[in-house]
């Protein structure tokens, strides 16, 4: 089975959720008209990125009735969404997350787990942390979300992978930084390589969509990519510039991939748990 | 290892873009700037020219009586160049009273009002050009508080704030800034001889390697002393930091409310934008 995954990069407004909407049904229209079978927005796609005070007033309830998430949820009848926006739960609690929407209906929403607080970010001083980290079912086989910090930790992408995800999805707002001789920054390579020893130590699909443009000093560097399980370059977009990056991956390839190389049926989970318990103390 | 070398094309695509980018997004297309003469605002003017094409960026000239020719000819050089607009503007007439309403007036303080009088001139003509300030500051100068505050230090957007003066020099080469501006000793032309060297007492060359150590680094300064640097020359560069931090802030709000600016009160520029 062939799937056509669109990787949709591009700036946003600070804090203005109907204007991000629109630009959010461009890009999925021209998806859909290209061929896409899934599009992917990057992390807080329907708000910009560095919201500090602006987090509770551009916040939205993933259902029906907010109309801004209910016109996503028809756009996802015919095309597949993975968008990103400021969850406020219940009790008035913010998250920064992604949903994915599917034939109308919410599959799953991920809640960031890793809030960077720290250089740069300041996440966690207004944003609540997501607790749990789960694979879910897709018309694609089971796929898993991530945003930006949470694959800064290996262990997520390591638990999507326990729980049967095949193709990992990735979403960031990744600031630009350290400038040196070479032609990427180093913010740019260390993702890239990142996303690359994914693909290729769990076999898995890796797509990855991270924004571009400016918001004050910061620069957003784009380079969307997608990875296949034997941790090759599917496709890249361009660095710095607006793009909607169509690639096509054959899911054929897993069969192909783990045939040769058993990574996944050889991993002993159970010496994991055990270890784990041992380091956590879980028994003392 | 200290390597303060730079990508100099990832450079301009990242400074070009954010001037574009942050002059649009908050309504405008055009920019102005003081054009010294020197390296740093002509790096912010060739990146200006780049981002938003030569007509809509506006040089301004800003001769004191006692400004060298020189350096009035080296930013003419430029503007032509670029194929930039331009504007000459003598603050003499309007210093000079207040230079000489005070008897006990020094050259710091006088080279302070010219420096507060062209940032005057350049935000009053931001009206009729209908552009903004560009900023010209770069980062060792911003880390060693050499500058004018609400002077030269006034703008509204500070492109090569994030390089050393030895990046810059980097930068202007590869885009286009005429060699012999880059090979003149950096000077605030605020009097006659005055280098920016001279009045530190130390070279951008030396200054530059600690900073990237001490602030890029974060190396603790009796690391930097085992890298080989005197230890009176750290205490003496630390302290310039520390003592004009006010510099690169804004001034601090008496907090007496639920919630003050600058404190739980935060919006990025760009707010909604």
Known sequence: ?284 | MIDLKINTTLAEKILTGFIKTELNRVGFNKTLMGLSGGLDSAVSLYLSAKALGPENVLAVRMPYKTSPQETLDDAQLMIDDLGVQSMTVEITDMVDPLIHYYDDMDKRRAGNIMARMRMIVLYDQSVPFNGLVMGTSNKSEMLLGYSTVFGDSAAALQPIGDLYKTQVRQLARAIGVPEKIIQKAPSADLWAGQTDEGELGFTYEAVDKLLYLLVDQRYPPESCVEEGFDPDFIEKVMRRMRQNHFKRIMPPIAKLSQRTIGYDFLYLRDWGT
């Open chain 1, 1 to 284: 089975m062939k799937i056509k995954i669109a990787l949709a990069q591009f700036n946003t407004r600070l804090g203005d959720v109907k204007a991000n909407l629109e630009k959010h049904m461009e890009r999925i229209d021209a998806a859909r008209k290209q061929g896409a079978d899934l599009i992917i927005f990057p992390e807080l796609s329907l708000t910009g990125y560095a919201l500090q005070d602006l987090a509770v007033t551009s916040a939205l309830r993933p259902h029906q009735e907010d109309p801004v998430y209910n016109e996503l949820l028809h756009a996802s009848k015919d095309i597949d969404l993975m968008v990103g926006f400021v969850h406020e739960d219940r009790r008035h609690r913010f998250y920064i997350a992604s949903a994915y929407l599917s034939g109308g209906k919410t599959l799953h929403i991920h809640d960031k787990v890793y809030l960077p607080t720290y250089g740069m970010f300041d996440e966690s001083r207004f944003f609540a942390w997501g607790d749990s980290v789960k694979a879910f079912d897709t018309r694609f086989g089971r796929v898993g979300m991530l945003i930006c910090e949470d694959f800064w930790h290996a262990s997520l992408p390591y638990l999507l992978w326990l729980d049967g995800a095949d193709i990992l999805l990735f979403a960031s707002a990744s600031p630009g930084r350290g400038l040196h001789e070479s032609p990427r920054l180093s913010s740019s390579e260390w993702v890239e390589h990142t996303n690359r020893a994914y693909a290729g130590l769990f076999t898995v699909f890796v797509a990855h969509t991270n924004r571009v443009g400016y918001e004050d000093g910061l620069n957003f560097w784009g380079g969307s990519t997608i990875f296949d399980p034997d941790g090759n370059l599917v496709v890249r977009a361009p660095d710095f510039e607006t793009s909607l990056c169509i690639g096509e991956i054959d899911l054929n390839q897993l069969y192909r991939t783990r045939t040769r190389l058993p990574i996944l049926r050889d991993e002993r989970t159970t010496l994991v748990q055990n270890e784990l318990e041992r380091i956590l103390n879980i028994h003392d």
